[in-house]
């Protein structure tokens, strides 16, 4: 049991899922005293009077519980696998967004500073009374300031709007990712359960079949 348990932490740790269940078949064979125990690929012919010691171990084996349990993990994994990568993707696009609105407040912070200068070299000229040519000149510089603080106000604001929205699918993906894990980690409790209580009547097989156990 510790075996079985071992093996399905590891593949859960690596994200691989764990070898299917073995095919395994028991019937007599017609006209000889024998019966033909087939594991897997390997094949064997035994003593008739073995049959019904193989047929209770094929039957505790509860091999279609397995298969049933293996299936569920198989779907449960995949879509774990499925919801990581949306998940890491959504934090990935919140973290571009962030980024962007970051150096976009940097852009309104430029653009206010230049709009500051801007006025205070239009008051400066009007306090010292300078020709009316520079002090219009002055004010469409200052004009055209404030034209592109508008501007960048507006792409600010836009970005905030982006950043809200990415942020929001990020945590609806990472909420969605930790639900799947649960339900993977639910479908992978029950089937070490299912394995482990399959596998002692398959060591008995294996060991009819002479198959050797795994590693």
Known sequence: ?????????????????????PRVTLMAIPGRDVCALAYDVKRVDLPLAKQRELAAALEAAQLDDLLAAHLRLRTALAAAKKADGEQAEAAQAAAREKERHQKQAGEVERAEKQVETAKQRVETAQRRRED??????????LNASNNRLSTERRQLARAKELLQLAE???????QAESLVQ??????????????????????????????????
């Open 132 to 141: 009316a040519k520079t002090i219009d000149g002055y004010r469409s510089t």
């Open 182 to 215: 649960k339900t993977y980690q639910a479908a992978a409790a029950d089937y070490a359960k299912a394995a482990a209580t399959s596998e002692p009547a398959l060591r008995k097989l294996r060991a009819a079949a002479g198959v050797p156990e795994p590693k």
């Open 168 to 174: 929001g699918r990020a945590k609806e993906a990472a």
């Open 1 to 21: 049991m510790l075996l079985v348990f071992a093996a399905l932490s590891l593949a859960a740790a690596s994200g691989d899922l764990p070898p299917a269940p």
